[in-house]
């Protein structure tokens, strides 16, 4: 138990919950807050209770936003190109806009299939994609090269066939600044399958 009382003690047990956040980490970030109450722990409740209010999930996509259908999905200049780019959750939707994608569209499925963990196609978002689909030409398969992922790729790939849609995979293999010798043997094989001519 940590010293300062039963409130101290749940907001170190909620911040320990997050992602990336242990006990340990969540202890000094709840000190952080506390020794800059005026600057951080305030502004932060304020912006809390402001996001619980206004954040919802785009009906459209899947995407978090403050609105229905998203900011992505309303946009008019993204709405022709035909490209669709399939992530397996949010985070994976606002790396691949933090890096430029362009003006792609998305669909968020909410995870991967895993028979193991009970996740199944009906717990995901496959049945809203399927509807989508014919609107593009081609949908992108941005999902993780994990055997889940890929094993919904391949689901995903199956139930598209016959619509006349190119559908593609991110590319695998040497990250850019990838040194060889770090590698593992599976993105080293991955890589040399992939190779394109120069």
Same mark, same amino acid.
């Given at each position: ?9 749940? *907001?170190?047990?909620? *911040?320990? &919950?997050? !992602?990336?956040?242990? !006990? ?8 952080? *807050? ?6 951080l722990?305030?502004p932060?409740?304020?912006? /809390?209770?402001?996001? +619980?209010a ?7 996509? @899947?995407?978090?936003?403050? &609105? ?8 008019? =200049?993204?709405?022709?190109? @035909?490209? *669709?780019? +399939? ?8 790396? /691949? ?6 003006a792609? &569209?998305?669909?968020?499925?909410? @995870? ?11 717990? /995901?978002?496959? $049945?809203?994609?399927? =509807? =989508?689909?014919? $609107?593009?030409?081609?949908?992108? #398969? ?16 199956? &139930? #598209?066939?016959?619509l006349?849609?190119?559908?593609? =995979?991110?590319?695998? @293999? ?25």
């Amino acid at each position: 138990m940590a010293n300062g009382g039963p409130e101290i003690e749940q *907001l170190i047990q909620l *911040l320990a &919950r997050l !992602p990336g956040l242990g !006990p340990r980490s969540a202890r000094r970030a709840v000190l952080q *807050l506390i020794k800059k109450k005026d600057a951080l722990m305030i502004p932060l409740s304020a912006a /809390l209770d402001r996001a +619980v209010a206004a954040v919802t999930v785009c009906a459209v996509c @899947g995407n978090v936003d403050t &609105r229905s259908p998203c900011h992505i999905c309303a946009d008019p =200049r993204r709405a022709g190109n @035909g490209l *669709l780019i +399939v992530v397996e959750d949010v985070a994976d939707l606002w790396a /691949l806009e933090r890096a430029g994608v362009g003006a792609a &569209r998305y669909h968020v499925l909410g @995870g991967v299939l895993s028979p193991l963990d009970g996740v199944g196609p009906d717990d /995901l978002s496959i $049945e809203p994609l399927l =509807r =989508r689909a014919p $609107e593009f030409s081609e949908i992108v #398969l941005a999902v993780n090269a994990t055997v889940e992922g890929q094993t919904t790729a391949h689901y995903i790939t199956d &139930r #598209l066939a016959g619509l006349g849609i190119k559908i593609t =995979r991110l590319a695998h @293999g040497v990250p850019v600044g990838g040194e060889l010798d770090y590698l593992d043997e599976g993105t080293l094989s991955q890589a040399l399958k992939a190779r394109t001519e120069i």
